[in-house]
Structure formats: C-alpha cells, structure tokens
C-alpha cells in the first residue's frame, strides 16, 4: 500500500469549452474556439465543441458522478464569453445563473469547486483586438476575474488564473494547431508575456478581494536532447525554457530565462518584470508525458522527435514515462525552492472498448494511474510539497484539434445518445480517495 498525505485533495479537472457545449445559450458571445473549430480542417474529425458531452444541460448528472467518486474537489473553468459576450462591459445574466446553480450544487454535494478563469476560450470579440498579441487583454482578464469573484466567489474554494499558458502560446500562437491558429513569432512572444501580466494583475485584482486561494496552473514535462550534439542540445535548453519556464520564471524570480530573454525584450516594457513576480499559494502542475527535441527548422529552430517504434504511448502517441513525473516534480522543488503543489491535470488517452452490460473495461487507463499515482508518491517521499491530484478527466471530451477521436475520460460518453458509463479507471480511483492510498 502507498498511503498519500491525510489532508491531501483529490479532484477530477475538466475545462468548458470541452464540456459545456451550448454555444449561444443564455447570449454567450462567441469564444476563439468557436471560430476555430468550425473553420474546415482545423479539428481531426471536423467535430466541434457545439455539444460537446452538453454538460450545460446535462451538470447535475455529473455533479452525482462526482459525489459517487468521492472526490473532495472539482476543478473546472468558467466560460469569459459566457458571462461576458464582447469580452467586457455587458455581463450575460443567464450565464451568471448557470454558474451560480453549478456552484450550489456542487458545494451541496461536498466537493469543493476549483475555479480556473480561463482555459483557452478568449472571447471572440477581444481576439478581433489582438487577443493575448495585445497587452490590454491581460487588464480585461484582471476585470473579469473581478466579476467573477464578486459574483460567484462565495462558494469558491481555490482560484486559478490561466490554464496552460504555455500550451495555449505554443500551439495556439506559434504552431497554429490551435485557436486563434497564429503562428507567427511576434504572436508567440506576445501571448507568453501578455498571459504572464494577465497571472500578474488576476493574483493581485483577487488579493485585494478577499481571501481565497489563489494559484495558476501550467503544463510541465522534462525536455531530452535527441542526441549529445551541441546543436540538439541548444534546442532542448530552448525547448525546456519556452515549454517549462517561460511562465514560471518571471512568477517565481521575475526574470525570463536565459535562452528567450534576448527575444522577450520585444514585448516587455518598463518594470513588467518586477510586476511578474507575485507569491502564489499554490502551482498547478499538469503533466502527461516527456519530450525529446532535436535542431531543426522552424521558427525557434526545434523539432520535436517522435518516440522510437515500440514505445509505451497512450492513443496521443505520448510516451508513458512515470519516472518523468517524479523527475518533474523535484526539477521545480530545486528550481524554484518548493513551492505547494497540485497535479491540476493527469491521465491518458486509450481506444477504450464500448460498454458490455454496463461496464467499460480500460485496464490501460488503470495500470497508467496507478503508475503515476505512485510516481507522485515517489516524489512526496523525496520532499516534494504536493497538497493534491487531479485526474484529467471525467467525462470523454472534446480533444481540441484531435476533436473526439480521443478518450480521456473515466466516464465513458456514447456520443449519439450523450448517455454516461463509468470505467474501471472510474471505480479504481474511486478506491483510491476513499481510502487516501494507492491498494496493491
Ligand atoms: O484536454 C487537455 C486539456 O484541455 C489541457 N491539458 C491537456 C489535456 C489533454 O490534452
């Protein structure tokens, strides 16, 4: 048996875009990814977020799966173009009301709701300024974190700011595979910086609001070189810095790190710097897998290499890599003096088998659990402050440009008849809260 810390969280994560569906419901404005996905080719099977699993509709069945599992915390997003159609200014009435029922309810049921501000839905109407390319986007977040803390954060148990921000700069606005779909270096830069100010003006706006627990969440993974060559190894520093570091080291020192600060003196002004700084009460970590980049062509010079045939990967092609977890989780105890953790997002992708007589069995999804369940635990027995994990996610979902064709929920979703069917991953982690340990 692996026992976890006694007053350790255990969550499940989730993000509204992915969910929620309903897109016009209530007056919510349109959000980048609403543009995006419908925009032919953009998404694997031409699917969108229109439904999703219609959780708008649908939350109190998934409210009860949550009080089923056990978990004692529910991280989810709020929809900015939900409450707020052009972005800012007129709030949405009826998208308040949603998110106050959601709240009730889950408060009702004992689970304590994470609330994440923003998960790569910008509204439509600020991307038509600029979006993150513009800096005034970080100063309507700092408003919109405000009214949403006015409004709906009696029942708030932890706040965080941005999801991934490091994700939505590189894919949504250097590779292009995401919205908004940029994919210039200019745009890059200035979506890294801009989301850093954004982090920057919410902790304060928040602080000065009350007394929640503030936090932003990242994805992390370790960065190998493809070889012992200087140039591969000049790309991995360069990977490491844009992927793990570039929202983290102006948090926690307030500088950018060494292999992007020459190319970050473009966007950042005056004393940016010292304003990027702020104490946080805890870091979200997701993490899934581990990276090797070589030199090559492109915009900042790397290509990401595949992993070797045979391989352990989940459907995403991912390597299965515990270790790196583990690996992770002490490389941010030495880097930035241990600060509180939580696993925001972790899980894996299978082709999992439809249900038989009302069971789904993802014996992969388990075994990949258990593994990083345990690699957590590792890195709590070397002194790493990790206060919580969450799993990535309960519900299949839509999978941004991989659209359905990816299942990383523990609840099975029949697409047709959006009808829910727990996993085995389901009951397992099930018995992992409930009992605060890892069973053998
Ligand atoms: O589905 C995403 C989530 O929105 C952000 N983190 C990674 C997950 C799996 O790709």
Redesign the pocket.
Do not use: A, G, I, L
């Given at each position: 048996m692996t026992d976890f810390p006694s007053d350790f969280t255990w969550g499940v994560s989730t993000?509204a875009y992915?969910i929620e569906g309903a897109p016009a419901a209530g007056g919510k404005g349109e959000s980048i990814w609403d543009r995006f996905a419908h925009r032919p080719g953009n998404v694997a099977d031409g699917s969108t977020g229109d439904v999703a699993t219609d959780h708008y509709h649908r939350f109190p069945e998934d409210v009860a799966l949550l009080a089923e599992l056990g978990v004692q915390a529910y991280r989810f997003s709020v929809s900015w173009p939900r409450l707020l159609p052009e972005g800012r200014g007129r709030v949405a009435a009826k998208g308040l009301e949603f998110y106050d029922r959601l709240l009730d309810l889950l408060v009702a049921n004992g689970v304590r709701p994470w609330l994440c501000l923003y998960?790569?839905d910008l509204p439509q109407a600020l991307q038509d300024r600029g979006g993150w390319t513009a800096r005034d986007t970080a100063y309507y977040f700092a408003d919109y974190a405000e009214l949403v803390a006015e409004r709906l954060g009696d029942r708030v148990d932890t706040f965080l700011m941005l999801?991934?921000p490091n994700?939505h700069a590189l894919l949504g606005h250097l590779a292009g595979q995401h919205a908004p779909g940029l994919s210039g270096l200019s745009d890059y830069l200035a979506a890294v910086h801009h989301q850093n100010l954004a982090v920057a003006a919410g902790v304060e706006r928040l602080r000065e609001m009350g007394a929640w627990r503030l936090g932003t969440v990242v994805?992390l993974q370790p960065i190998e070189a493809a070889s012992d060559s200087e140039d591969d190894r000049a790309a991995a520093a360069l990977a490491d810095a844009a992927y793990n570091r570039a929202s983290l080291d102006p948090l926690f020192s307030g500088a950018y790190p060494a292999a992007l600060a020459p190319l970050m003196e473009a966007v950042v002004r005056g004393d940016d710097l010292q304003a990027l700084r702020r104490p946080l009460d805890l870091l979200g970590v997701?993490h899934?897998t581990v990276q090797t980049v070589a030199a090559g062509e492109g915009p900042i010079g790397l290509r990401v290499v595949e992993p070797p045939p045979g391989s352990e990967v989940t459907a995403?092609g991912w390597r299965v890599a515990p270790e790196a977890l583990t690996r992770q989780l002490l490389e941010l105890k030495e880097r930035y003096g241990n600060p509180p953790v939580v696993v925001t997002?972790n899980g894996a992708a299978y082709p999992d088998p439809p249900p038989v007589r009302g069971r789904v069995d993802d014996r992969p999804r388990v075994d990949y659990l258990r593994r990083y369940l345990q690699a957590t635990a590792e890195a709590i027995a070397q002194g790493c402050d990790v206060r919580g994990y969450f799993v990535?996610?309960l519900v299949d979902n839509f999978?941004?440009a991989e659209g359905f064709t990816q299942r990383?929920g523990i609840v099975h979703l029949d697409r047709e008849t959006l009808r829910r069917t727990p996993k085995e991953s389901f009951r397992f982690y099930q018995r992992v809260v409930a009992g605060g340990r890892l069973p053998d």
């Open positions: 993000s992915q998960h790569w999801n991934e994700v994805n997701n899934y995403m997002e990535w996610t999978e941004w990383f």
